[in-house]
T-cell receptor
Framework: GQSLEQPSEVTAVEGAIVQINCTYQTSGFYGLSWYQQHDGGAPTFLSYNALDGLEETGRFSSFLSRSDSYGYLLLQELQMKDSASYFCAPLISSGSARQLTFGSGTQLTVLP | DVKVTQSSRYLVKRTGEKVFLECVQDMDHENMFWYRQDPGLGLRLIYFSYDVKMKEKGDIPEGYSVSREKKERFSLILESASTNQTSMYLC????????????FGNGTRLTVT
């Protein structure tokens, strides 16, 4: 079967670094995406890793290890506006197409 | 800027009613998706479509159907609404590429009483 795990909550202080882990067990895996969603808002795309390694985009980085079925999102220099839910989403094959399967999300709270 | 528009922000329907949720995107995207979001369960895929008149079942298609007669419009249909379909429904679109991000609408909060 398929499974997807990420922590339900993470709390950190402004200026700190936080890592949100994601482990997945799925067949037909193509890559791993991360999305951010503020309360009452729509999810927005942060990153996509197709290959092993670290991808950096400003204060946010995303890592993938296909052999370990593991990835993480790293947020540096945390700001209050980073308080949101973060979803990992493996891209998997589905019939003749591909689909994103979302985890249950990690609620990040940034404290002053 | 990509715009995905869902016809209603809030909707209240009665059990047994037929419900239509409409979604329109303005960027000529091939892919369109319907997710529902519930606390603690994240986003779960109901149906998606990668071309006009094409549809694929997602993880939780039971009780739902979809229609894609035009490329820009993807409709979610609840044939006979039930209280367990009370949820936030999110539509999204993307181009046909693995690393293409999903662009989400603002969601429709459906309450079935």
């Amino acid at each position: 079967g398929q499974s997807l795990e990420q922590p339900s909550e993470v709390t950190a202080v402004e200026g700190a670094i936080v890592q949100i882990n994601c482990t997945y067990q799925t067949s037909g895996f193509y890559g791993l995406s991360w999305y951010q969603q503020h309360d009452g808002g729509a999810p927005t795309f942060l990153s996509y890793n197709a290959l092993d390694g670290l991808e950096e985009t400003g204060r946010f980085s995303s890592f993938l290890s296909r052999s370990d079925s593991y990835g993480y999102l790293l947020l540096q220099e945390l700001q209050m506006k980073d308080s949101a839910s973060y979803f990992c989403a493996p891209l998997i094959s589905s019939g003749s197409a591909r689909q994103l399967t979302f985890g249950s999300g990690t609620q990040l709270t940034v404290l002053p | 800027d990509v715009k995905v528009t869902q016809s209603s922000r809030y909707l209240v329907k009665r059990t047994g009613e037929k419900v239509f949720l409409e979604c329109v995107q303005d960027m000529d995207h091939e892919n369109m998706f319907w997710y529902r979001q519930d606390p603690g369960l994240g986003l779960r895929l109901i149906y998606f479509s990668y071309d006009v008149k094409m549809k694929e079942k997602g993880d939780i298609p039971e009780g739902y159907s979809v229609s894609r007669e035009k490329k820009e419009r993807f409709s979610l249909i609840l044939e006979s609404a039930s209280t367990n379909q009370t949820s936030m429904y999110l539509c999204a679109s993307s181009v046909l590429s693995d690393n293409s991000p999903l662009h989400f609408g603002n969601g429709t909060r459906l309450t079935v009483t």
